[in-house]
């Protein structure tokens, strides 16, 4: 009997290493250890040293990955005409629609909303989508009353909203708009980092400030060979700083793969291995919050996501550590019944939280199956 038991015992030991094999291969993560041998008592009437239950409800593929918290669309500015910089907005600071970025000579450059870069000056008789953007800037203002902001002509109304803007501001009433006047955003901006010091001479290729949007997102990274794991529009959770949770979704998957030198540290020789360290590609994957506006944390502190995955539901399952690698090729359960233990073959499905989708053998909701006991 004794050598039965021990057999039985390798068999869940050899069942639980096969899997993981298995679904390490097909891109799951499974957490279960195989039982150790050390420190076990078995039952001398060839019961199991413990059981669970097969359960019947929702199975989740779902995992968790490490991210950082910070804001969406980085960029560079740098100054479009030449001069000394005698004034910038502050590290972290939010810039809103014509607030003042930077200055040039004493001559501020001012934050529009827009999606096409500020290429040219503008001034009547001009057309395209950056003099829509203009016209919809000076109407949101209060400057453009009766413009209309879907024409692409830069039009005498225009070059009037233009000098209302300007005499606002105490500057010359031009009625055009110099290329160094202003920055076209797609939104509000917040400023990660200056890039020049008040004194410097900016100029082509040099950046004065580094911004970014203030919507709050998580980036985090995947092996290249688990990107199916992540898709666009899955659901997500995120754990913030201070225990907190946030809900949200992926909005985009790197369609690139990077190399990630895991090796230790700058030119791969942290590992001790002469530099040869374990490079792996990797994707970026983007995610944004339900109420972006609700999420709190300093930039780049570390998070955690936890990642929905395919649900099935209604299945039955059971425990990772239950499977039995079966004498005659796949895999069983010992159910456990009446003071009786008996080997039933089961067809396996999706893995998730520990534990496994299970068909066949006439299993039912509630039965006990024996597992390992560490």
């Given at each position: 009997?004794r050598s039965g038991?021990m057999?039985?015992?390798?068999r869940?030991?050899v069942?639980?290493?096969?899997?993981?094999?298995a679904v390490?291969?097909?891109?799951?993560?499974?957490l279960?250890?195989?039982?150790?041998?050390?420190?076990r008592?078995q039952?001398a009437d060839?019961?199991?040293?413990?059981t669970?239950e097969?359960?019947?409800g929702?199975?989740?593929?779902?995992?968790?990955?490490?991210g950082?918290?910070g804001?969406?669309?980085e960029?560079?500015?740098?100054?479009s005409?030449p001069?000394?910089?005698t004034?910038t907005?502050?590290?972290?600071?939010a810039v809103?629609?014509?607030?003042?970025?930077y200055?040039?000579n004493g001559?501020?450059?001012r934050l529009m909303y827009?999606?096409?870069p500020?290429y040219?000056?503008?001034?009547?008789?001009?057309?395209g989508e950056?003099?829509k953007q203009?016209?919809?800037?000076l109407?949101?203002l209060?400057?453009?009353?009766?413009?209309d902001?879907?024409?692409?002509t830069?039009?005498?109304?225009t070059?009037?909203?233009?000098k209302r803007?300007q005499?606002?501001h105490?500057?010359?009433e031009t009625g055009?708009?110099?290329?160094?006047?202003?920055?076209?955003?797609?939104?509000?901006?917040r400023v990660k980092?200056?890039?020049?010091?008040?004194g410097?001479?900016?100029?082509p290729?040099k950046p004065v400030?580094?911004v970014?949007?203030?919507?709050?997102?998580?980036?985090?990274q995947?092996?290249?060979?688990k990107?199916?794991?992540?898709?666009?529009?899955?659901?997500v959770?995120?754990?913030?700083p201070?225990g907190?949770?946030a809900?949200?979704?992926i909005?985009?998957?790197?369609?690139t793969a990077a190399p990630?030198?895991q090796s230790?540290g700058?030119?791969?020789?942290g590992?001790?291995g002469g530099?040869?360290g374990?490079k792996k590609?990797?994707?970026e994957?983007i995610?944004v919050f339900d109420?972006?506006?609700d999420v709190?944390g300093?930039?780049?502190?570390?998070?955690?996501?936890?990642?929905t995955?395919e649900?099935?539901?209604?299945?039955l399952?059971?425990?990772?550590g239950?499977?039995?690698?079966?004498?005659?090729?796949?895999?069983?359960v010992?159910v456990?019944?009446?003071?009786?233990?008996?080997?039933?073959?089961v067809?396996l499905?999706?893995?998730g939280n520990?534990r496994?989708e299970v068909?066949g053998?006439?299993l039912?909701?509630?039965m006990?199956?024996?597992?390992?006991?560490?």
């Amino acid at each position: 009997m004794r050598s039965g038991l021990m057999a039985r015992r390798g068999r869940w030991l050899v069942a639980t290493l096969a899997v993981v094999l298995a679904v390490s291969g097909g891109g799951y993560v499974l957490l279960d250890r195989p039982a150790r041998d050390d420190g076990r008592r078995q039952h001398a009437d060839g019961l199991p040293p413990a059981t669970d239950e097969v359960r019947r409800g929702d199975l989740s593929s779902g995992s968790q990955v490490d991210g950082t918290l910070g804001y969406a669309g980085e960029r560079k500015l740098s100054a479009s005409g030449p001069g000394v910089l005698t004034w910038t907005a502050a590290e972290g600071s939010a810039v809103e629609r014509d607030g003042r970025l930077y200055e040039v000579n004493g001559r501020a450059v001012r934050l529009m909303y827009g999606s096409v870069p500020m290429y040219r000056p503008l001034k009547a008789g001009d057309k395209g989508e950056d003099v829509k953007q203009l016209k919809r800037n000076l109407v949101a203002l209060g400057h453009g009353t009766g413009l209309d902001a879907s024409d692409g002509t830069f039009t005498q109304g225009t070059a009037a909203a233009v000098k209302r803007w300007q005499k606002a501001h105490g500057e010359k009433e031009t009625g055009e708009v110099a290329r160094e006047d202003i920055a076209f955003a797609t939104g509000p901006q917040r400023v990660k980092r200056g890039d020049a010091a008040v004194g410097d001479e900016p100029g082509p290729g040099k950046p004065v400030l580094t911004v970014t949007g203030t919507e709050r997102i998580v980036r985090f990274q995947l092996d290249a060979a688990k990107a199916g794991s992540a898709k666009t529009g899955d659901r997500v959770t995120v754990r913030l700083p201070g225990g907190t949770g946030a809900s949200g979704k992926i909005d985009s998957v790197g369609g690139t793969a990077a190399p990630d030198d895991q090796s230790g540290g700058p030119g791969g020789g942290g590992g001790g291995g002469g530099g040869g360290g374990d490079k792996k590609a990797k994707i970026e994957v983007i995610v944004v919050f339900d109420s972006p506006g609700d999420v709190k944390g300093p930039d780049q502190s570390p998070v955690s996501v936890s990642l929905t995955g395919e649900t099935r539901t209604g299945v039955l399952s059971v425990p990772v550590g239950a499977l039995l690698a079966l004498s005659g090729g796949g895999f069983g359960v010992q159910v456990v019944e009446n003071g009786r233990a008996r080997d039933v073959k089961v067809e396996l499905g999706m893995f998730g939280n520990g534990r496994v989708e299970v068909t066949g053998g006439d299993l039912k909701e509630g039965m006990r199956v024996g597992v390992p006991k560490i």
